[in-house]
C-alpha cells in the first residue's frame, strides 16, 4: 500500500509481478531515442515560502526570509525571455504557504489576493500577455486550486519523487506520496497535460523506484495526461549532504523508466544535474527546460548548461536536437488545451508565429 493513498480515496495497486519486471530492466534492454527535444524557458520562482521542510531542498525560505516575485519582476523576466526566443513561464513556489508566513500572506491581501493560487492566476495572464505559454509547477494541489489557475497554463506538473515515506521528507509538515499522487489524479480528472518524476537517492530503494514509476504509468493509463516524466537525482548542496546517485545507478533507473513507461510519454534528465551524455542510450528523448535568461532557483548552484551543449549532446548521440514547447505536439493535436492557450498559439503576432513555427518544423537551430 502507498502511504497516503488511503487519505485520499486513491484506489492503485502496484502488481509485484510488474515490479519485478521493471527491476530486471537494464541499459542494454533499452534503444536509444531517434531525437532529443527540449524547450527555452524562464524560471520564475513566484515565492519561496514552502509548508514542507524536506531536507534536500534549497529553495524555501523560513518565515521572515521568504519573499514573493512582484508583478513588475514576473512582466520584466517574461519580457526578456520573450525576447530572447522562450516559449514557456516555469511559475514554481513552496507548496501553499501555512499559517507561519504571516508576511507573505500580509503582502498577498496587500496586492489585492486571498491566496497564492490567486496571484498565480494573475501571474499567467502576465506571461500570456508578454508572449509566453505558462506551466505552473506549484506542487499539491487540490481540484479547486487547479481549476483555478488551469485553463491560463499549457502544461502543469508536479515531480511524485517516490511513493515511499522517507526521513528526507520528515518532520511535522511532512508531505506524503498520496497528496502528490492526489495532485495528479486531479489533472487527469481537469484534463490538464501533466509533467512528474521521481527524485533518485533520497532514501527510497530500487522497489520504491519501480513501483514510483509503474504508480505514474497507471495514473497515465486512466487519463492520458502524462507527458513527460523527469529522472531527477538529488545533488549536494548547502543542505543536502548525504551524496547522489552514481552513474551506473542514474543508467539502471533512467532505462527502468523507459520501459516501464508509455512509449507515448517521454523520459527526461535534466542536463544541469544529470550527466546526459551518459544517459542517451538509455533511452531519455528530452532534455527538459533550459534557460537563457534565469537561473535554475530550485538547484541555483548548478548552472543551466548554454544551449549549444545541448546540441554537443545530441551530437555525440548523433541525433537530431529539436526545440518543443512547454506543451508536447500530440496534446495540441488532440484538443486538450483550453481557449486562452489555444488563442495565445493562432494569435496573429510575434508569439503566435514563434509558437506555431515550432510546431510546424519541430526543429529550430540552436543559438546563445
Not at 22 to 50: G, I, K, Q
Not at 198 to 205: A, F, K, R, S, T
Not at 252 to 258: F, G, I, L
Request: proline content about 7%; charged content about 25%; aromatic content about 6%.
Amino acid at each position: 500500500m502507498i502511504p497516503g493513498t488511503d487519505d485520499y480515496d486513491i484506489d492503485l495497486e502496484i502488481p509485484d509481478a510488474d515490479v519485478e519486471r521493471a527491476l530486471s530492466v537494464m541499459p542494454e534492454d533499452v534503444s536509444a531515442a531517434p531525437e532529443l527535444s527540449y524547450c527555452r524557458n524562464v524560471f520564475l520562482p513566484l515565492t519561496t515560502a514552502c509548508r514542507y521542510t524536506c531536507t534536500y531542498c534549497t529553495y524555501y525560505d523560513p518565515p521572515g526570509q521568504a519573499e514573493l516575485l512582484s508583478r513588475e519582476e514576473i512582466r520584466e523576466t517574461c519580457r526578456r525571455g520573450a525576447d530572447a526566443g522562450c516559449t514557456e513561464a516555469l511559475f514554481t513556489f513552496g507548496d501553499d504557504p501555512d499559517d507561519r508566513y504571516t508576511a507573505i500572506h500580509d503582502q498577498l491581501s496587500e496586492w489585492g489576493h486571498d491566496s497564492i493560487h490567486e496571484y498565480l492566476r494573475e501571474a499567467c495572464e502576465i506571461a500570456l500577455d508578454e508572449g509566453l505559454l505558462p506551466h505552473a509547477n506549484p506542487g499539491d494541489q487540490t481540484r479547486e486550486q487547479m481549476a483555478h489557475v488551469a485553463d491560463l497554463n499549457a502544461s502543469m506538473g508536479v515531480m511524485l519523487e517516490t511513493t515511499t515515506e522517507v526521513q528526507a521528507h520528515g518532520g511535522p509538515r511532512s508531505k506524503t506520496p498520496g497528496q502528490r499522487l492526489n495532485t495528479m489524479r486531479v489533472a487527469g480528472e481537469l484534463g490538464v497535460p501533466f509533467t512528474t518524476g521521481i527524485l533518485v537517492g533520497i532514501g527510497e530503494d530500487w522497489t520504491h523506484r519501480a513501483e514510483s514509476l509503474l504508480a505514474i504509468r497507471e495514473m497515465h493509463e486512466r487519463y492520458g495526461h502524462i507527458q513527460e516524466v523527469i529522472v531527477q537525482p538529488v545533488v549536494e548542496n548547502e543542505r543536502w549532504t548525504d551524496g547522489s546517485p552514481d552513474l551506473a545507478t542514474m543508467r539502471r533507473v533512467t532505462a527502468m523508466a523507459r520501459a516501464a513507461l508509455p512509449e507515448a510519454v517521454s523520459v527526461q534528465v535534466p542536463p544541469n544535474l544529470a550527466p546526459a551524455r551518459d544517459l542517451t542510450d538509455c533511452g531519455i528523448d528530452d532534455l527538459g527546460g533550459v534557460s537563457p535568461v534565469t537561473v535554475d532557483h530550485i538547484n541555483p548552484e548548478y548552472e543551466w548548461p548554454a544551449l549549444q551543449e545541448l546540441t554537443a549532446v545530441a551530437d555525440a548521440a548523433d541525433v537530431p536536437l529539436r526545440e518543443r514547447l512547454p506543451v508536447y505536439e500530440r496534446f495540441v493535436d488532440d484538443g486538450w488545451l483550453s481557449e486562452p492557450i489555444e488563442a495565445a498559439i493562432d494569435a496573429d503576432s510575434a508569439a503566435g508565429e514563434r509558437f506555431r513555427a515550432i510546431l510546424e518544423r519541430g526543429e529550430n537551430p540552436v543559438s546563445a
